[in-house]
């Protein structure tokens, strides 16, 4: 009886502890790899999995429960060595999901001790092996952040790639280097911008030492959904402009607080094609408020197209069904 | 008279508790107040809303509390357009219904993503913010800020501030500069806890002349998230001695890891009402 009951208890948080299937691809190059071992951490980075290989068409399957993961690949052949995130990293599994990564040549870090006694990194962002120009790399202090503001970012690196922040404070950091081709500093990536990880993340600081850090990027080339949560409601819509015409180009953006800006919006759209159509996942029943906005992050600009939910006095919606089929106009902020 | 009541239905969590039971009258067309006008819960002009407010008015905020924030929750909420014009012995004032007018007593008047904004001759007393403008063009003439939490608070905004006085306020004026453009002149900014309020995202595009800032706490203090200097040229600062303005100026010197407010040039003397010459427009 009792062998029994603990066989329910195992067969019952089995049940309780649903796991998800995640399968990806590894490439280098747009080639297959097989071989490579696909490392997932979660948001502190300790190893969750570490021991799944892909298969001779660099395709991997591999079960997860729900939670918010990085995911990395690495592979060594011939005295290379090569390492790839997920660019969607951190990626919040709550379904059968698909990672794609890339691999990129692996750059080891170099430290040595600052004469002045300051803390100090310097790098270099790559792309196929040459210098990127205009990439900014942000230091963020947990993983989980990654998607959100950073602590510190870096001016644009210069025509050889080079980047420099003198008297950074000893610590545990993320860094991304990112360049949007819109030239926005904060904002979903889009097919066409160029990512990358700090191959050796969280890069620990100590006081006295210069770190050299080379980041490889890659450029992305297929769009997803930008801060993809939990969904158990849709609210679908359309942006127009103030003759009642579709707006490409927007997202809409959902937030908990009426105070739009002051934090995290819980969902935002993808950005709207020439049918103005955007749809919003909502985690949870409550009350959210919503708005549509030309740029992504940061608070809102003189020129920005911008608007509302009108519906209500201070655009807020109660959520406890889908909602389909909301309007948003948009208006030039003081134009 | 105007009564707007308070329906009390409690369900759902605190947000969304003010969003279903503060009564809320909407403005769509063009509405004008006269007289002594009260607000229990919210108004709000709706963006084809104007809203002209006549001479001696007197629009009174119910203290009421819903969330049980300490932040009286009627408001007046402007997405459209709002006109108020007060005359120098006609004001129009924007107070709360309780004798002590403490500050909070009401949340705001708030002017956000509106059409425009006019104020002139008015006076805000007891309210968490008294006025605030956000992504809109305003102008705020020959008004007073009176024991309010923020007197004034702008950001992302084409502002004209001219001639109005921000006194017992614990921040006179708060602002977090962003986008805006404008100019703040001929103020009268005393005896507040902070005479400025530089929050952050300040770049020197709005431009604070001829301003006389005394007998504050501080008479400006940057915040800690500001990193551009800031200049405040052309100022009265109640002495001709820079060393006893300096104490009253909370930047770098106070603590490293702030930027410098810049002063100098500084007025001598202060501006007096002969002195005034605010622009009819902006």
């Not at chain 1, 935002?268 to 094609?273: D, F, N």
């Not at chain 2, 004026?173 to 805006?180: K, N, Q």
Request: aromatic share 16%; hydrophobic share 35%; net charge positive.
């Amino acid at each position: 009886m009792k062998y029994l009951a603990l066989i329910y208890l195992i067969f019952g948080l089995t049940g309780i502890l649903h796991s998800y299937e995640v399968k990806g691809r590894v490439v280098i190059d747009s080639k297959p790899v097989n071989g490579a071992y696909i490392n997932v951490y979660d948001q502190n980075m300790n190893v969750v999995l570490d021991s799944v290989k892909t298969n001779e068409s660099g395709y991997f399957t591999l079960n997860l429960e729900e939670g918010t993961y990085f995911f990395r690949a690495s592979y060594a052949e011939k005295n290379k060595k090569y390492v790839g995130y997920s660019g969607k990293n951190p990626v919040y599994i709550f379904q059968d999901d698909y990672i794609g990564i890339k691999l990129l040549p692996f750059y080891d870090l170099k430290i040595k001790k600052s004469k002045s006694g300051r803390s100090k990194i310097k790098g270099e962002v790559i792309f196929e092996g040459k210098p990127l120009k205009n990439a900014i790399v942000y230091f963020y202090l947990s993983g989980k952040d990654i998607k959100g503001m950073p602590y510190i970012y870096t001016m644009p690196t210069n025509k050889n790639g080079f980047f420099e922040i003198n008297d950074i404070l000893p610590g545990r950091y993320f860094l991304v280097a990112r360049k949007k081709k819109s030239e926005a500093y904060f904002g979903p990536i889009d097919e066409g911008d160029f990512i990358g990880f700090f191959q050796q993340n969280p890069i620990n600081i100590e006081k006295g030492k210069i770190y050299f850090v080379k980041i490889p990027v890659f450029k992305k080339v297929q769009d997803d959904i930008p801060n993809q949560v939990k969904a158990s409601f849709k609210i679908t819509g359309y942006a127009l402009d103030e003759s009642g015409k579709p707006v490409a180009g927007v997202y809409a953006f959902a937030y908990k607080n009426k105070e739009m800006g002051h934090e995290r919006p819980v969902s935002i759209s993808k950005k709207t094609k020439d049918d103005g159509y955007f749809e919003l996942f909502i985690p949870e029943r409550g009350v959210y408020y919503l708005g549509v906005r030309q740029f992504y992050g940061g608070t809102p600009v003189q020129g920005e197209l911008y608007g509302l939910y009108e519906e209500t006095y201070d655009h807020h919606i109660y959520v406890e069904n889908d909602v389909k089929d909301i309007k948003i106009t948009l208006r030039k902020i003081l134009k | 008279m105007r009564i707007f009541f308070l329906f009390l239905l409690f369900f759902y969590s605190t947000s969304e508790l003010l969003a279903n039971t503060l009564f809320v009258k909407e403005i769509t067309t063009e509405e004008v107040w006269k007289g002594r006008v009260f607000i229990e819960g919210i108004v709000a002009v709706k963006k084809n809303g104007k809203l002209i407010i006549e001479p001696g008015s007197k629009i009174i905020f119910k203290t009421i509390d819903v969330d049980d924030d300490g932040i009286g929750d009627s408001e007046l909420y402007v997405e459209g357009t709002i006109i108020v014009k007060g005359k120098k012995d006609l004001p129009v004032l924007f107070t709360s219904d309780n004798d002590d007018k403490l500050p909070s007593s009401w949340k705001y008047v708030m002017v956000n993503h509106a059409k425009y904004a006019y104020f002139d001759y008015a006076i805000f007393e007891g309210a968490f913010s008294g006025l605030q403008v956000h992504f809109t063009k305003a102008i705020v003439k020959n008004s007073i800020f009176r024991n309010n939490i923020d007197g004034f608070r702008f950001s992302t905004s084409i502002i004209y501030v001219c001639n109005n006085k921000m006194t017992k306020n614990r921040h006179g004026i708060r602002y977090e500069e962003r986008d805006s453009n404008g100019i703040v002149e001929f103020n009268s900014i005393f005896e507040n806890e902070i005479g400025i309020f530089p929050v952050t995202k300040c770049r020197n595009k709005v431009n604070f002349r001829y301003n006389n800032i005394e007998k504050n706490g501080y008479n400006i203090k940057v915040g800690d998230e500001q990193k551009e200097d800031l200049s405040f040229k052309n100022n009265y600062f109640g002495t001709v001695f820079e060393r006893e303005i300096r104490k009253s100026i909370y930047d770098k010197k106070f603590d490293k890891n702030l930027p410098i407010i810049n002063i100098k040039p500084v007025s001598k003397k202060p501006f007096m009402e002969c002195d005034v010459k605010c622009l009819e427009d902006f």
